[in-house]
């Protein structure tokens, strides 16, 4: 009895670490069921460094973009360069993500956006598209770390998991 007690326990634990990381992502349908929007889960005042999202339509003005949305909080002041007219706001382009495996993908074209946040700092942000020559790498490797520009994150285990499973969550949507 005791070993049949100590084995239902293990079960119950292993059973409560395991998470369905497609019932986390948000869905949002328009009226008409034409508009999809899929989003990784998030707080507005304070995101994670990588999320998912996935939006297409069917209606008449088809589209379908899946992005992985980078994300890495600064000062407003790190965004700013000096010139002859004073100060302006930096025009930075550039990502690398790095696997685990230390793999990378570059985009050195690719711009990032800066977001003035309502609490006073900054962000540096891009909208990365998954893409079939990318899918790959992203739903096989996990994210350790990336550059927006000269600033770099690193991404924890938990969040590179989930990150991975959001992906392959996203790229199974049906339309």
């Known amino acids: 009895m ?14 409560t670490f395991a998470q369905d990381y497609c019932k986390q992502i948000k869905k949002e349908v328009t009226d008409n069921n034409t508009s999809f929007n899929y989003e ?40 700013l360069v000096k010139t002859a007219e004073g100060e302006m706001e930096k025009e930075e382009t ?31 942000m891009v909208y990365f598209p998954v893409t079939p020559q990318n899918i790959k790498n992203l739903t096989t490797k996990k994210i350790a770390k990336f550059h927006l520009a000269a600033a770099e994150a690193t991404v924890t285990a938990e969040m590179a998991t989930a990150i991975q499973q959001y992906i392959i969550c996203l790229k199974d949507v049906k339309k």
Do not use: Q
């Open 40 to 79: 990784s889960p998030y707080k507005d005042d304070n995101p994670p460094a990588v999320r998912a999202m996935r939006s297409y339509s069917t209606g008449e003005t088809e589209f379908d973009n899946f992005n992985l949305i980078f994300f890495i909080p600064c000062d407003f002041s790190d965004l």
């Open 94 to 124: 550039k990502i690398v993500i790095v696997f685990d495996d230390n793999s990378k993908i570059t985009d050195d074209t690719i711009a990032i956006s800066h977001d003035r946040r309502e609490s006073g700092y900054a962000a540096r």
């Open 2 to 15: 005791r070993k049949l007690l100590i084995l239902a326990s293990l079960l119950w634990v292993n059973g």
